[in-house]
């Protein structure tokens, strides 16, 4: 009988928050195409700092950490491209992404 291990399940649960986060976020600028509210430096900081923990992972040769951070990266750094981008070109990707909006 495997024992209970309460260090993977926090390890999930801090997986699945992390990734969540961003999801609601690039979800509501693709429905909206808005991104004014957002601020580019804290995005820009959140970025680096993922992409440091997604090498640090990859270093290492952690999945867990690989894994994570490759699609936090990814979620945070569309938010900061679409931030980025001029609104008329941020409208037009979220039409594109969604086309019912």
């Known amino acids: 009988m495997q024992s209970f291990d309460?260090?993977?399940v926090?390890?999930?649960l801090a997986t699945l928050c992390s990734t969540a986060s961003f999801a609601p976020q690039a979800w509501?600028?693709?429905?909206?195409?808005?991104?004014k509210s957002l601020s580019t430096p804290m995005y820009?900081?959140?970025?680096?700092?993922?992409?440091?923990?997604?090498?640090?992972g990859l270093a290492r040769t952690e999945w867990p950490l690989i894994v994570t951070n490759a699609t936090?990266?990814?979620?945070?750094a569309f938010?900061?491209?679409?931030?980025?981008?001029?609104?008329?070109?941020?409208r037009r990707v979220?039409?594109?992404l969604n086309p019912k909006s």
């Open 6 to 8: 309460l260090v993977l």
């Open 10 to 12: 926090i390890g999930i």
């Open 28 to 35: 509501k600028i693709i429905k909206t195409g808005d991104t």
């Open 44 to 56: 820009a900081v959140t970025v680096c700092g993922f992409a440091l923990w997604l090498a640090y």
């Open 72 to 76: 936090c990266l990814g979620l945070s």
């Open 79 to 90: 938010i900061l491209v679409m931030k980025i981008l001029p609104s008329a070109i941020t």
């Open 94 to 96: 979220s039409q594109t």
